[in-house]
């Protein structure tokens, strides 16, 4: 397809999704089996990871597809045609796919967000048997400063987004937060800690 071609193209789907009756039906129900096709590959290709399959997968797709067509709907004053249309669209139903199966993956999850098992970040730590007693002693400093250099809302961010690899957006909606305000949180206690390993000789001053 060409570049006249794209931007007709272009044009038809922010004319069509903006119209009324029967012109805007048939654009949303074209847009909306591209947003399940690309939701369902996209929700296999994750699932294998989070050990989801079969029935919750196609929930997940169809939600998904159909989440995403309203954004699309509320948002067509953004596009800008900068690229195709339905390139910018499916970037919508990807996104809303990766966060629908993250949270459904945390909310049937057997570790808990604030849990502070120091095995899950040790067992990260790709060493040798005589880097065993290093990597330990690592998480032992790292265990130390979280414990006694953060306040109680950073460690409980530190723990659930590092430690525990809670995704962010789930982290926001058990906390009542936003992700912004957590990765500033998360961002100040990295600073903490890391200018307590400086210190300690654990890690080296930039």
Known sequence: MDDL??????RRWVRDLGATGSVREAACQELYRLLHRVARREATR???????????????AY????DALMAISRRLDTFRGESRFTTWAVKFVIFDVATKMSRHY???????????DWSR???????????????????DAVSHAVKHGLT?????????????EVP???????????????YKVLFDAC???RAELVSEGYLPAL
């Open 46 to 60: 994750r699932a294998s990871s989070l050990r989801m399959y079969g029935p919750e997968l196609d929930d997940i």
């Open 5 to 10: 071609q794209i931007t007709q193209d272009n």
């Open 168 to 182: 962010m957006d789930v982290l926001a909606g058990e906390l009542g937060s936003t992700r912004n305000a957590l």
């Open 152 to 164: 109680d809302r950073q460690r409980l961010v530190f723990m659930a987004a590092v430690v525990n």
């Open 121 to 139: 970040l040790a067992s990260r730590f790709e060493v040798t048997p005589g880097q065993e007693v290093e990597a330990a002693e690592f998480v």
């Open 63 to 66: 939600q998904a597809a159909a």
């Open 106 to 116: 945390w909310r049937h999850h057997d570790v808990p967000y604030d849990c502070e």
């Open 191 to 193: 600073k903490k800690l």
